[in-house]
C-alpha cells in the first residue's frame, strides 16, 4: 500500500470512528429522553407483568389478557392491552424476568437493560472482525445502528439471541460443536429470528452441534409445555395465531413486495431450502458460512419481522466479514446499514431488497469457490492424522482460531 493510500484509509477509519461515536451519543440521549418521557412504553413492561402473573396466578395464565391487564394498572402504566400491546413471547422470556420482580419497576427496568448491554459487548467481543481499532470503531457503530438501539430501548431480548449464536459460532471453531449447539438455546427466547441456524449446522455437516442445538431447545420447550399445561399452550397458540394476522407484524418481510400471504409463505419456504442449499455448498469452508446462511436467508424466510429485529442481519454482517471478503461487499455492506437506518424515512423496500441482493452474493460466492471446497477436501484428508494430535487453538489479531474445525 502506498504512502498516499494509506493516508487515505486512516482518514477514512478516523471519520467513520467520528461519526459511529456521534451516532451512539445520540441514540443514547434519545433513549435517556424516551424513558424520561414514559417509563412503561417498551416491551420489558411485559416480560415483567408476565413473570408476576405466573408467580402469582401459575404460569398456564401468563397469556390471560385480563391478569396482564390487571398487572399493567398495578404498575401504574396507564398502558391498555391491545394488538401491539400483550406478552406473546415464549415462557422463558418471562422466567427470565423473574429475579427482577422483586425490584422497583426502574429498576428493574435499568437491571434488563444491563443485561442486555452486556449481551451486547460480549456480541461484539465474539464476532466483530478486524484489528482492534476497527473492532471499537464497530461497537460504537452498533450502539448507534437505528435495530440495535431501538431494541435495547424497548428491552427486546433479540440481543440474548443474537449473543446465543455469537458464543455458538465462537464454540464451533474452537472445536466445541456439542457445546456449540447448546448454546443455541437461547433461539428459545424469540425463535425467528435465527430458526434456520440448526438446520444450517446440520446441512454444514456439524451433526454434533446440531444435536446440541436439539438437546437444548427440545429441553426448554419439554420444561415450557409443562409449565403451562394443555390450557396455556393453546392460549399461547391462539396468541401467535392473532399476531401473525397484524399487519404491521409482515411490514418487514416479503410481504410488503408480493402482497399475496399464500404465495409470500411459499416464497419463503423456497428462500428457507435455498439458504440450507448454501450452507451444505459451503459446508468445508470456515464456521462462520452456516451462521451467514442462516441469518441472511431467515430474515427473509421468516413470518413477521419488526425493525429491532434486524440487528440480526449486523451480527451477519460481522460474521460475514471476518471471512476476509473481497474490498468492495464492504460499499455493499454500508448501503445496506444505511437501507436499514433509513426505515422510518423511506420504507421497508430499500430493507427487503438490500437483504435480497445479500442473499444473491452469497450465491455467488457458492458458485465461484467450488474449486476451492475441493482442494480444501483433499487437504483435510491428507493432514487429518497430524491435526489429532495438535488440538490447540491459536491467537491471530487477539481472535482464537481453531486449528481443527471438524464437520462431523
Avoid at 28 to 44: E, I, K, P, T
Wanted: glycine share 8%; charged share 15%.
Amino acid at each position: 500500500m502506498s504512502e498516499t493510500s494509506g493516508r487515505w484509509l486512516n482518514l477514512g477509519i478516523a471519520a467513520g470512528g467520528a461519526t459511529a461515536v456521534l451516532f451512539a451519543a445520540f441514540d443514547l440521549y434519545q433513549w435517556a429522553v424516551a424513558y424520561a418521557s414514559d417509563h412503561f412504553h417498551n416491551d420489558f413492561t411485559f416480560y415483567f407483568i408476565a413473570a408476576r402473573v405466573g408467580l402469582a396466578h401459575g404460569w398456564p395464565s401468563i397469556y390471560d389478557l385480563h391478569l396482564q391487564q390487571g398487572e399493567l394498572d398495578a404498575l401504574g402504566s396507564h398502558i391498555t392491552v391491545a394488538e401491539l400491546a400483550r406478552y406473546i413471547s415464549p415462557p422463558p422470556v418471562a422466567w427470565l424476568a423473574v429475579p427482577l420482580t422483586s425490584l422497583p419497576y426502574s429498576a428493574a427496568y435499568w437491571s434488563w437493560s444491563l443485561l442486555l448491554f452486556a449481551a451486547l459487548a460480549l456480541t461484539w467481543y465474539l464476532a466483530s472482525p478486524g484489528s482492534t481499532r476497527l473492532r471499537l470503531i464497530f461497537l460504537a457503530a452498533a450502539i448507534g445502528w437505528l435495530p440495535v438501539i431501538y431494541g435495547l430501548q424497548l428491552g427486546q431480548p433479540a440481543m440474548l439471541v443474537a449473543l446465543g449464536v455469537a458464543v455458538s459460532y465462537a464454540l464451533l471453531r474452537t472445536n466445541r460443536p456439542w457445546l456449540a449447539g447448546i448454546a443455541l438455546g437461547a433461539l428459545a427466547l424469540k425463535p425467528q429470528l435465527a430458526f434456520l441456524a440448526p438446520l444450517a449446522l446440520l446441512a454444514a455437516g456439524q451433526k454434533r452441534a446440531f444435536a446440541g442445538s436439539v438437546i437444548s431447545l427440545g429441553a426448554l420447550a419439554v420444561v415450557s409445555a409443562l409449565a403451562l399445561g394443555p390450557s396455556g399452550v393453546s392460549a399461547y397458540l391462539d396468541r401467535l395465531s392473532y399476531a401473525a394476522g397484524v399487519p404491521v407484524n409482515r411490514e418487514l418481510t416479503l410481504a410488503t413486495l408480493v402482497g399475496n400471504l399464500a404465495l409470500t409463505r411459499a416464497i419463503q419456504v423456497a428462500i428457507a431450502i435455498g439458504s440450507l442449499v448454501l450452507a451444505y455448498r459451503m459446508r468445508r469452508r470456515a464456521p462462520e458460512w452456516p451462521y451467514v446462511c442462516a441469518l441472511a436467508g431467515g430474515m427473509l424466510a421468516t413470518p413477521y419481522v419488526h425493525l429491532d429485529d434486524l440487528l440480526m442481519l449486523g451480527l451477519a454482517g460481522w460474521l460475514f466479514l471476518r471471512t476476509h471478503p473481497p474490498a468492495w461487499t464492504w460499499l455493499y455492506m454500508l448501503a445496506a446499514t444505511l437501507a436499514v437506518e433509513g426505515e422510518p424515512i423511506w420504507g421497508p423496500a430499500p430493507v427487503i431488497i438490500a437483504e435480497l441482493g445479500a442473499l444473491g452474493l452469497l450465491s455467488v460466492a457458492a458458485l465461484k469457490h467450488d474449486h476451492r471446497d475441493a482442494e480444501e477436501h483433499g487437504s483435510e484428508a491428507e493432514h487429518d492424522h497430524g491435526l489429532e494430535r495438535n488440538r490447540e487453538d491459536v491467537i491471530v489479531d487477539g481472535q482464537p482460531q481453531a486449528v481443527d474445525i471438524r464437520r462431523t
